[in-house]
């Protein structure tokens, strides 16, 4: 390679020129000492920057040459930096990033790949490497990569948005967010199903891929898609594919804590959960988030996502606090569904987590099961029933005395809130009362401190003319009944 001389350089070819106009020193060697990086030549280095702990060692020139920032600072020690002449806080994609530039700006090669170009991008954006400074600069490298590399490929794409996670905002800022979702969703756009299930391998090949992703750029992915004419029932699956990797095993966490009584301590709710209160505020902010942002790219379409599903992020959004319109959007969602409920779902524990990562009971009531929010749920489904003129109310009924007779083990559960959830159904719902009258005996027995009043009342939801002769003959036994009830109970 041909040598030149720089201003001040010996005769004997001290610099060798890369790329026909970089100057670099000869016999150079990289090293790493501890805290400190070296660029070791023939030459003395005469710059430091500091980049997190490390201390890079470096000439000046082949630095200033492509960086226009570092020729625009005032690259002087000081009294309060006495060990190096810049130092950089937050540096895009960290020590290694750095090392990469370094290393391009002594003219030797760099390999750019899905993993760092975001990195290299926003880091040379920093130190403007504009085309000004330098024919082929780091600017103009990393973009002619991600154009025409990174956003023709799904696979790249993907893992470039991923290295994106951790470069806000230069990542936004730079438009490489934008522009790797855009071309992730026009590629998820032309999936085009048949008449085969929608959740198909065919279908749902690119599930598993945007799941990988923080979920405000999996939103962007999907907002943007629907906008391209993506399906419905495609995009419910998604997201149901989504929450059950982000929101694992909620069910099996909610039953574990529905069994807990509320005379148990907030400190036993955090060694439940296995977290330090810090970590414990961390993750709910995040399932909290993801709670919010999956709710709020639902479909409007109410078959796109199942009413268990539905149910689900209800009881993650309440344990986690999340806002009552987002409760109350999802109260209304399962409503419309609630004839494809089943009990269990419907088993909403009353505690919630605070800010503070301690277990918190409803304010209004102090049972094992959110009655309030079933409650509501089914005053949506018969304002939903009314509008659409639908005839579900009799399917309704079972599940809700089967419900009933679930929540009536609970010692807190008041008698007006057993009986004004049991009364909430038209009379003409139930055609059998046998459902009622197992959770009505259900209720007296865990409650046997009522008074004959309160026995006699809560009797009066049940018509025994509509007893099964079963229920009746075990009716007619029953001396939990008030007696009045048992004398009118069909022989």
Same mark, same amino acid.
């Given at each position: 390679?041909?040598?030149?001389?720089?201003?001040?350089?010996?005769?004997?070819?001290?610099?060798?020129?890369?790329?026909?106009?970089?100057?670099?020193?000869?016999?150079?060697?990289?090293?790493?000492?501890?805290?400190?990086?070296?660029?070791?030549?023939?030459?003395?280095?005469?710059?430091?920057?500091?980049?997190?702990?490390?201390?890079?060692?470096?000439?000046?020139?082949?630095?200033?040459?492509?960086?226009?920032?570092?020729?625009?600072?005032?690259?002087?020690?000081?009294?309060?930096?006495?060990?190096?002449?810049?130092?950089?806080?937050?540096?895009?994609?960290?020590?290694?990033?750095?090392?990469?530039?370094?290393?391009?700006?002594?003219?030797?090669?760099?390999?750019?790949?899905?993993?760092?170009?975001?990195?290299?991008?926003?880091?040379?954006?920093?130190?403007?490497?504009?085309?000004?400074?330098?024919?082929?600069?780091?600017?103009?490298?990393?973009?002619?990569?991600?154009?025409?590399?990174?956003?023709?490929?799904?696979?790249?794409?993907?893992?470039?948005?991923?290295?994106?996670?951790?470069?806000?905002?230069?990542?936004?800022?730079?438009?490489?967010?934008?522009?790797?979702?855009?071309?992730?969703?026009?590629?998820?756009?032309?999936?085009?199903?048949?008449?085969?299930?929608?959740?198909?391998?065919?279908?749902?090949?690119?599930?598993?891929?945007?799941?990988?992703?923080?979920?405000?750029?999996?939103?962007?992915?999907?907002?943007?898609?629907?906008?391209?004419?993506?399906?419905?029932?495609?995009?419910?699956?998604?997201?149901?594919?989504?929450?059950?990797?982000?929101?694992?095993?909620?069910?099996?966490?909610?039953?574990?804590?529905?069994?807990?009584?509320?005379?148990?301590?907030?400190?036993?709710?955090?060694?439940?959960?296995?977290?330090?209160?810090?970590?414990?505020?961390?993750?709910?902010?995040?399932?909290?988030?993801?709670?919010?942002?999956?709710?709020?790219?639902?479909?409007?379409?109410?078959?796109?996502?199942?009413?268990?599903?539905?149910? &689900?992020?209800?009881?993650?959004?309440?344990? *986690?606090?999340? /806002?009552?319109?987002?409760? +109350? $959007?999802? %109260?209304? #969602?399962?409503?419309?569904?609630?004839?494809?409920?089943?009990?269990?779902?419907?088993?909403?524990?009353?505690?919630?987590?605070?800010?503070?990562?301690?277990?918190?009971?409803?304010?209004?009531?102090?049972?094992?099961?959110?009655?309030?929010?079933?409650?509501?749920?089914?005053?949506?489904?018969?304002?939903?029933?009314?509008?659409?003129?639908?005839?579900?109310?009799?399917?309704?009924?079972?599940?809700?005395?089967?419900?009933?007779?679930?929540?009536?083990?609970?010692?807190?559960?008041?008698?007006?809130?057993?009986?004004?959830?049991?009364?909430?159904?038209?009379?003409?719902?139930?055609?059998?009362?046998? &459902?009622?009258?197992?959770?009505?005996?259900? *209720?007296?027995? /865990?409650?046997?401190?009522? +008074? $004959?009043? %309160?026995? #006699?009342?809560?009797?009066?939801?049940?018509?025994?003319?509509?007893?099964?002769?079963?229920?009746?003959?075990?009716?007619?036994?029953?001396?939990?009944?008030?007696?009045?009830?048992?004398?009118?109970?069909?022989?």
């Amino acid at each position: 390679m041909a040598q030149l001389q720089s201003p001040g350089s010996d005769s004997d070819g001290t610099y060798q020129v890369h790329n026909q106009s970089i100057l670099v020193p000869a016999n150079l060697i990289f090293e790493k000492k501890e805290h400190s990086w070296f660029a070791s030549s023939q030459i003395p280095t005469d710059l430091s920057i500091q980049v997190q702990d490390i201390t890079f060692h470096v000439h000046k020139f082949p630095l200033v040459s492509r960086c226009g920032y570092l020729s625009e600072v005032n690259l002087q020690p000081t009294k309060s930096n006495p060990g190096y002449d810049l130092k950089f806080e937050k540096f895009p994609g960290g020590l290694e990033t750095f090392e990469t530039v370094v290393k391009f700006c002594y003219g030797l090669p760099i390999s750019l790949n899905p993993n760092n170009v975001a990195a290299l991008r926003c880091a040379s954006e920093l130190l403007e490497m504009t085309e000004a400074l330098e024919g082929g600069n780091l600017i103009s490298k990393t973009d002619a990569f991600l154009t025409f590399v990174v956003l023709s490929s799904w696979r790249d794409s993907i893992t470039v948005l991923k290295t994106c996670e951790s470069l806000s905002p230069w990542a936004e800022n730079l438009q490489i967010v934008r522009r790797c979702c855009d071309s992730i969703a026009w590629k998820v756009s032309q999936v085009n199903p048949t008449t085969r299930d929608m959740t198909s391998t065919e279908d749902s090949w690119w599930f598993q891929d945007t799941s990988t992703l923080r979920i405000d750029h999996f939103v962007r992915i999907i907002t943007a898609s629907r906008a391209k004419g993506l399906k419905p029932e495609i995009v419910g699956s998604c997201i149901m594919y989504y929450a059950g990797k982000w929101l694992p095993g909620m069910d099996a966490e909610m039953e574990r804590l529905r069994r807990y009584s509320y005379s148990k301590t907030e400190m036993q709710l955090e060694i439940l959960s296995g977290r330090t209160q810090e970590a414990q505020v961390a993750h709910n902010k995040e399932q909290r988030m993801i709670v919010e942002n999956l709710v709020s790219i639902l479909p409007p379409q109410k078959e796109t996502v199942s009413c268990k599903f539905l149910l &689900g992020m209800l009881k993650v959004a309440l344990f *986690y606090s999340a /806002s009552s319109a987002l409760v +109350s $959007e999802l %109260e209304k #969602r399962i409503g419309m569904v609630l004839e494809n409920a089943e009990v269990n779902d419907l088993l909403v524990p009353s505690c919630t987590i605070g800010d503070q990562g301690k277990a918190l009971s409803s304010p209004d009531e102090c049972t094992m099961h959110n009655i309030n929010v079933v409650q509501r749920i089914l005053e949506y489904f018969l304002m939903h029933e009314q509008q659409q003129q639908q005839k579900s109310g009799k399917l309704i009924s079972k599940i809700l005395d089967r419900y009933l007779a679930e929540v009536a083990r609970d010692p807190n559960l008041q008698v007006t809130k057993f009986q004004v959830l049991a009364e909430t159904l038209p009379e003409n719902a139930r055609t059998c009362h046998d &459902g009622i009258y197992r959770a009505i005996d259900t *209720y007296l027995k /865990s409650h046997p401190s009522l +008074s $004959e009043y %309160e026995r #006699r009342r809560l009797c009066k939801i049940m018509d025994c003319e509509k007893l099964s002769l079963d229920a009746c003959m075990h009716a007619a036994q029953n001396d939990r009944l008030p007696l009045r009830t048992v004398m009118q109970t069909p022989r």
